[in-house]
């Protein structure tokens, strides 16, 4: 089972527009990660936000966590074409010892 | 990019033989992960391994084992394969400080096909 779920599936915008995706999960977490994959090669990490953290930027991202609804959203801002890939939020759960849980992802497309 | 070489990238075998996965690390850490990826699954984790010989299951262990006899190697095997595991398979790496509260970085993954 999957324990974070990313929404929505898919996203397609403009290049210039901000993507936002969001990420729920159950049960209680350490952390929360964002990777971003792109086709044909392995996932990359982006971002780490542990459960007593509330915001976190780095770069054109930024990541929010909110552990009272179990849920997390990533922000592309001023998005471009390279920012084409699948995003997937994963869950390190306080009772999963040393196991991350991945969602289905986000496919995100960003148009020229 | 971290030092990780999966072999092969792809194969193609008959249901029934045996296949083994390579993973290779470069970075000297302690944690290493095989996960494979379906559509509509996300990535699920096989098994990981925590240091030398030492080894744990995953959410879906059945029909695959592992070794790691250094800490560069971590080998999947799929004693019979079947159809059904067909898919793509990464390795992961991450540091010493507990697997599931770093980062882990990827390899880019065996395209496996089974007939």
Redo the contacts between chains.
């Keep these: 089972s999957q324990q974070g779920e990313e929404d929505p599936q898919a996203l397609s915008i403009q290049e210039g527009e901000n993507a936002t995706m969001n990420c729920s999960y159950k049960t209680s977490i350490n952390n929360l990660q964002w990777y971003r994959q792109n086709s044909g090669r392995g996932l990359v990490h982006l971002i780490l936000i542990r459960s007593n953290e509330r915001e976190k930027h780095s770069g054109r991202l930024r990541v929010t966590l909110d552990t009272s609804k179990k849920s997390s959203s990533l922000l592309i801002t001023a998005s471009r074409a390279a920012d084409t890939a699948s995003y997937f939020c994963a869950t390190g759960a306080n009772n999963a010892g040393n196991m991350l849980t991945f969602g289905g992802g986000t496919r995100l497309m960003v148009k020229p | 990019d971290a030092g990780?070489t999966q072999s092969p990238r792809h194969k193609v075998t008959e249901t029934g033989t045996p296949v083994t996965l390579r993973c290779h690390q470069t970075e000297n850490h302690r944690?290493m992960y095989w996960?494979r990826q379906d559509p509509?699954?996300?990535?699920?984790?096989i098994h990981?391994s925590?240091g030398v010989k030492d080894t744990?299951k995953?959410?879906v262990s059945d029909g695959y084992s592992v070794s790691r006899s250094k800490t560069e190697d971590f080998l999947l095997t799929l004693e019979s394969a079947t159809s059904s595991q067909t898919s793509v398979y990464?390795c992961?790496i991450s540091e010493d400080l507990?697997?599931?509260?770093?980062?882990?970085?990827?390899?880019?993954?065996t395209r496996l096909s089974i007939l």
Excluded: V
């Design positions: 990780i944690y996960y509509g699954h996300g990535l699920r984790l990981y925590y744990d995953g959410e990464f992961a507990g697997g599931a509260r770093q980062p882990q970085h990827f390899g880019d993954g």
